[in-house]
């Protein structure tokens, strides 16, 4: 079970929560950084921050499906974009919230950084969700 919270007495966040708690015995799954990479290891939309965030959360996704979870189990992620541009934060920041992290929502950090670890890489998200017993339902 996820409990999502947000704080009444902090300033409202757009589309993430201030926390998100898990029950003790709950099997999370703790993902490396998701990179706009494809399966053949090139980079996907060289300088185009947006269309690397659609393909990071599109790797985020196999990532999650391959320990048997997905976006709406995520309870918190580090979004990660070279650039000090807040309209640039904020365009990488649209794509998340439209991806379904933001159905929790999850709680989360955007960070605007010098460099990633690809050349020409300018998004990343590292996460961590839990991973759903078949037989619980979704909260």
Same mark, same amino acid.
């Given at each position: ?27 999370? $799954?703790?993902?490396? &950084?998701?990179?706009?990479? %494809?399966?053949? /290891?090139?980079?996907?939309?060289? &300088? %185009?921050?947006?269309?690397? $965030? ?22 918190? @992620? ?24 933001? @159905? &929790? ?6 960070? &605007?950084?010098?460099?990633? /670890? ?16 078949? @037989? $619980?339902?979704?909260?």
């Amino acid at each position: 079970m996820i409990q999502r919270v947000t704080v009444p007495s902090l300033f409202p966040p757009p589309a993430y929560a201030h926390a998100s708690v898990v029950e003790a015995g709950t099997r999370l $799954a703790f993902l490396a &950084g998701s990179v706009p990479l %494809d399966a053949d /290891g090139k980079l996907v939309g060289e &300088g %185009d921050p947006v269309r690397q $965030a659609e393909r990071v959360v599109a790797n985020l996704e196999e990532q999650l499906r391959a320990v048997g979870s997905d976006l709406r189990h995520v309870v918190v @992620t580090d979004v990660y974009v070279v650039s000090s541009e807040p309209a640039v934060l904020s365009a990488v920041w649209n794509v998340v919230e439209a991806s379904g992290l933001s @159905t &929790g929502p999850h709680s989360s950090t955007l960070i &605007g950084v010098a460099c990633l /670890g690809y050349p020409g890489q300018l998004v990343e998200i590292t996460a961590t969700a839990v991973v759903p017993d078949a @037989t $619980a339902a979704v909260s």
